[in-house]
């Protein structure tokens, strides 16, 4: 992240305060002492690991509020979200409670930053981040893993971000949830309806390990294009946001971000000027955001051909790689 000078700030992660079970070792050992001597190899090596990891895993706590506001400055059109979140980690805070953050949807066109926030949100909390893509997935053993009858089956990914990861809240991102796939005879969201809720994910069993384990303090971050593709259960179960593209000046304040950010990140940085002109920052609010670094990536690489350490706006690429605003406010 990036303050509005070149220099690169780093926003303080909530600090580490308690340790979690999320498994029981005993049932763990049961389970491996009745599997058969030479089969379930993979199956076996799970419960190995399992035993070798241990069942405990750290869990944030906060201490006091985080700092917060480079994460306002960098995602304009996310303050409700930020708001929001911001909230429940005050809930916490000077108690003995356990960070929870309600499950969020962000809803919103393509390119507004919606996978963006949720790595963000996963480097503020120091939590890590899994992620699932529902654009393509066709099974919903991805979530909730596939029985070890079946040839080639393994754990799924909530299963795997808690066993093998450090932490027992990380964010675990449903990216497009409004595509989710499957034959009707599998409901590729289906393991999501008891993940969703505190009480049930306390218990989640992963089909293919058969082991307990507790993923009710998971921090949930979907996203999705249109909310009409989704089913109810899921949406009652998370608090929904729209998100819209930036408008203008913010848009324009984005690209300026990150070209101080691409500029201060690299050596060969200190041969261009330390802030673009006007009618480039300009040009450059025009992209949706996700787009903006490969366009400043193709205009620093331009200059630098032409021997200049300006970019000019004949430098930004043009075609297909410029997309015309999506929804911008002037």
Same mark, same amino acid.
């Given at each position: 992240?990036?303050?509005?000078?070149?220099?690169?700030?780093?926003?303080?992660?909530?600090?580490?305060?308690?340790?979690?079970?999320?498994?029981?070792?005993?049932?763990?050992?049961?389970?491996?002492?009745?599997?058969?001597?030479?089969?379930?190899?993979?199956?076996?090596?799970?419960?190995?690991?399992?035993?070798?990891?241990?069942?405990?895993?750290?869990?944030?706590? #906060?201490? &006091?509020?985080?700092?917060?506001?480079?994460?306002? /400055?960098?995602?304009?059109? +996310?303050? *409700?979200?930020?708001?929001? !979140?911001?909230?429940?980690?005050?809930?916490?805070?000077?108690?003995?409670?356990?960070?929870?953050?309600?499950p969020l949807?962000?809803?919103?066109?393509?390119?507004?930053?919606?996978?963006?926030f949720a790595?963000?949100?996963?480097?503020?909390?120091?939590?890590?981040?899994?992620?699932?893509?529902?654009?393509?997935?066709?099974?919903?053993?991805?979530?909730?893993?596939?029985?070890?009858?079946?040839?080639?089956?393994?754990?799924?990914?909530?299963?795997?971000?808690?066993?093998?990861?450090?932490?027992?809240?990380?964010?675990?991102?449903?990216?497009?949830?409004?595509?989710?796939?499957?034959?009707?005879?599998?409901? #590729?969201? &289906?393991?999501?309806?008891?993940?969703?809720?505190? /009480?049930?994910?306390?218990? +989640?069993? *992963?089909?293919?390990?058969? !082991?307990?384990?507790?993923?009710?303090?998971?921090?949930?971050?979907?996203?999705?294009?249109?909310?009409?593709?989704?089913?109810?259960?899921?949406?009652?179960?998370?608090?929904?946001?729209?998100?819209?593209?930036?408008?203008?000046?913010?848009?324009?304040?984005?690209?300026?971000?990150?070209?101080?950010?691409?500029?201060?990140?690299?050596?060969?940085?200190?041969?261009?000027?330390?802030?673009?002109?006007?009618?480039?920052?300009?040009?450059?609010?025009?992209?949706a955001p996700?787009?903006?670094?490969?366009?400043?990536?193709?205009?620093?690489?331009?200059?630098?051909?032409?021997?200049?350490?300006?970019?000019?706006?004949?430098?930004?690429?043009?075609?297909?790689?410029?997309?015309?605003?999506?929804?911008?406010?002037?």
């Amino acid at each position: 992240m990036s303050s509005s000078t070149a220099i690169t700030c780093v926003t303080p992660r909530i600090p580490l305060a308690r340790m979690r079970s999320i498994y029981r070792l005993e049932d763990v050992s049961k389970r491996l002492d009745r599997l058969p001597p030479k089969d379930h190899e993979s199956l076996r090596a799970t419960y190995e690991r399992m035993l070798e990891k241990g069942e405990e895993r750290f869990q944030v706590k #906060p201490s &006091g509020l985080p700092a917060m506001e480079a994460l306002y /400055d960098e995602l304009p059109n +996310f303050h *409700d979200v930020l708001d929001d !979140v911001r909230r429940q980690i005050a809930l916490c805070n000077d108690s003995s409670d356990a960070l929870e953050i309600t499950p969020l949807l962000l809803l919103g066109p393509p390119g507004v930053g919606k996978t963006h926030f949720a790595r963000q949100l996963a480097e503020l909390l120091g939590t890590g981040m899994g992620f699932v893509s529902m654009s393509s997935l066709t099974a919903g053993w991805v979530l909730s893993g596939a029985s070890s009858q079946w040839k080639g089956a393994r754990a799924g990914k909530v299963f795997e971000a808690l066993v093998e990861g450090d932490y027992a809240n990380p964010v675990m991102v449903i990216d497009e949830i409004d595509k989710a796939g499957g034959e009707a005879v599998y409901d #590729p969201l &289906g393991s999501l309806y008891s993940l969703l809720e505190h /009480d049930t994910a306390s218990a +989640f069993i *992963d089909e293919f390990a058969e !082991v307990a384990v507790d993923a009710s303090q998971v921090i949930w971050v979907a996203t999705a294009n249109d909310a009409r593709a989704i089913p109810d259960p899921i949406l009652n179960r998370v608090n929904v946001y729209e998100v819209q593209a930036p408008d203008f000046a913010a848009a324009r304040a984005i690209a300026l971000r990150l070209y101080q950010k691409l500029r201060g990140s690299h050596d060969w940085g200190r041969r261009f000027d330390d802030q673009p002109s006007d009618a480039v920052l300009d040009r450059m609010a025009e992209l949706a955001p996700r787009e903006m670094r490969r366009a400043w990536m193709t205009a620093f690489g331009n200059a630098r051909l032409g021997q200049r350490g300006t970019v000019l706006c004949e430098d930004l690429p043009t075609g297909p790689a410029r997309k015309s605003r999506i929804g911008f406010m002037q």
